[in-house]
């Protein structure tokens, strides 16, 4: 059973940094190199929207409200994906969700970290 756990979510104040972290257990090694991995987050009365995405050997996607202060990189050798998140705005805050999609089509979510950016 593939679980993912996020990690790193708090309270910080406007201008502030906080780095996500999302472990993935229970998919097999071969799989998570080639699996494209995603932050989403979800804010209070809204949808949840793509943050930022890191397929397999290709280039990083951002929101446009987010480009030049997020950062998403992965480490395969652990199965792990991060979300460095500088400048943050209070229109940040929101619960954010990590993502994993397979090549088929398989998609699976953690369970959420709250990040709160506020005064």
């Known amino acids: 059973q593939v679980q993912l756990v996020e990690s790193g979510g708090g309270l910080v104040q406007p201008g502030g940094s906080l780095r996500l972290s999302c472990t993935a257990s229970g998919i097999a090694r071969i799989i998570f190199p080639v699996t494209t991995l995603g932050w989403y987050r979800q804010a209070p009365g809204k949808q949840r929207e793509l943050v930022a995405a890191?397929?397999?050997?290709?280039?990083?996607n951002y929101a446009d409200s987010v480009k030049g202060r997020f950062t998403i990189s992965r480490d395969n050798s652990k199965n792990t994906v991060y979300l460095q998140m500088n400048g943050l705005k209070p229109e940040d805050t929101a619960v954010y969700y990590c993502?994993?999609?397979?090549?088929?089509?398989?998609?699976?979510w953690g369970q959420g970290t709250q990040v709160t950016v506020s005064s």
């Open positions: 890191i397929p397999s050997g290709g280039s990083a």
């Open positions: 993502n994993a999609y397979t090549r088929s089509s398989l998609s699976y």
